[in-house]
């Protein structure tokens, strides 16, 4: 509590600085049109120098930059301030293979599809998640999820990344019935004790960076005004942990799988090169689709516990990660709307012992509108003080 109140407290010294330091310091209020960099702006009294920092931070943000693009391919709406409504959903599954018999369980959470407000501006993209739930699968049928999903999309100029941090408690076996041991009545046997957590990070380097945006098809801070692809090169990482009690295969299932597959805990790490290639087709000037291929390849490492109590522990070569993304959209310049999808599927590769297949992803369809905020921001900082100087 004292942390919250000494920090509200320190905010708001911070913005009565701001307001009032031009007031006291007559030489701030002058307007020095000389300044090409930071070290430019007035840092000579006390009062300057403590202003100095938010002045450069300011400068820094609308600074005008070298356009690093070919304008007859890409629009840019950076100095606009973007808000979106999107509904979508977001997904973690799994399948454990065995690798003796071929045969596999593959665990699937309840989706439920839910509204958000996302904003975006010049430097910074966030997604706030607004609880309102529009629909999902039924609890009777598929059990109930309970999860925590936060995937986050960098969408440079010249790199694009991608980060996930996934749990999620509660999964049906959505192919029970291509096994004539399961009688139930239900389509599906529900597992409400398998729990996994998933993480990682993929990044690419874009080659044709100067025709290409994905900014048009995936943040909408941009317009793709002539179709062009480009060929992506990157790495990626990701830790996949899953544990139940008790093992992921359990009656009836038991029969159809070897007992080096009845699994308790276990978690794989898979690690490689990304190589792939998207392209975005302009169509009626203001319409587009996108899509995206990604290869990756490289290795995992493995490490299971099995009801008996024996572990397993392997690194081997060969494992491979498949990237697909596609949007498809409508931007007039002002409003815009459509669709994306994103999916991530992990392909491990365990010849002698049982093993994972792991996928994540979302899709979302949206509407949005841009507005032209220059005229607003330039106001603001000069009520602040920050480029009146």
């Not at 999820?145 to 509660?170: A, C, E, I, P």
Request: with cysteine; proline share 2%; charged share 20%.
């Amino acid at each position: 509590m004292k942390t919250k109140i000494l920090l509200n407290a320190f905010i708001c010294m911070m913005f009565i600085s701001s307001l009032k330091c031009t007031a006291q310091d007559s030489s701030a209020v002058t307007k020095n049109t000389s300044v090409k960099t930071i070290w430019d702006i007035p840092h000579k009294t006390f009062r300057q120098k403590w202003m100095w920092i938010h002045r450069s931070i300011a400068y820094k943000i609308t600074q005008e930059r070298t356009v690093n693009y070919d304008t007859a391919y890409i629009k840019s709406y950076y100095k606009r301030f973007v808000i979106t409504v999107p509904l979508s959903t977001r997904f973690l599954k799994f399948s454990l293979i065995d690798s003796k018999s071929g045969n596999k369980l593959t665990f699937a959470p309840n989706l439920q599809y839910s509204l958000g407000i996302s904003v975006s501006s010049r430097w910074a993209s966030f997604i706030f998640n607004t609880g309102v739930k529009v629909f999902g699968g039924a609890s009777d049928i598929k059990g109930k999820t309970k999860f925590q999903d936060y995937q986050l999309n960098l969408y440079g100029r010249k790199f694009t990344t991608d980060m996930f941090v996934q749990y999620y408690s509660g999964f049906y076996i959505k192919n029970s019935r291509s096994y004539s041991n399961y009688l139930s009545d239900k389509p599906y046997a529900i597992r409400a004790d398998v729990n996994s957590f998933n993480l990682g990070v993929s990044s690419y380097y874009i080659v044709n960076h100067k025709k290409f945006s994905y900014g048009n098809s995936f943040s909408f801070v941009e317009q793709q005004k002539k179709s062009a692809g480009s060929l992506l090169l990157g790495v990626y990482y990701s830790y996949f942990d899953v544990n139940s009690s008790p093992s992921l295969v359990t009656s009836p299932f038991r029969n159809s799988f070897d007992s080096l597959s009845f699994i308790r805990k276990g978690h794989t790490q898979n690690f490689g090169l990304n190589l792939g290639y998207i392209y975005t087709q302009v169509f009626l000037k203001k319409c587009y689709v996108t899509a995206s291929l990604v290869q990756g390849i490289g290795g995992e490492y493995l490490i299971y516990e099995r009801d008996d109590n024996s572990t397993f522990r392997h690194l081997i070569g060969g494992a491979g990660k498949l990237h697909v993304r596609l949007g498809v959209g409508y931007d007039n310049g002002r409003y815009f709307f459509g669709a994306m999808g994103m999916f991530d599927y992990f392909l491990f590769t365990g010849k002698k012992n049982s093993t994972f297949d792991a996928s994540y992803g979302k899709f979302m369809a949206y509407v949005g509108y841009s507005f032209s905020v220059l005229k607003a921001e330039k106001k603001l900082l000069h009520r602040l003080k920050l480029i009146d100087y």
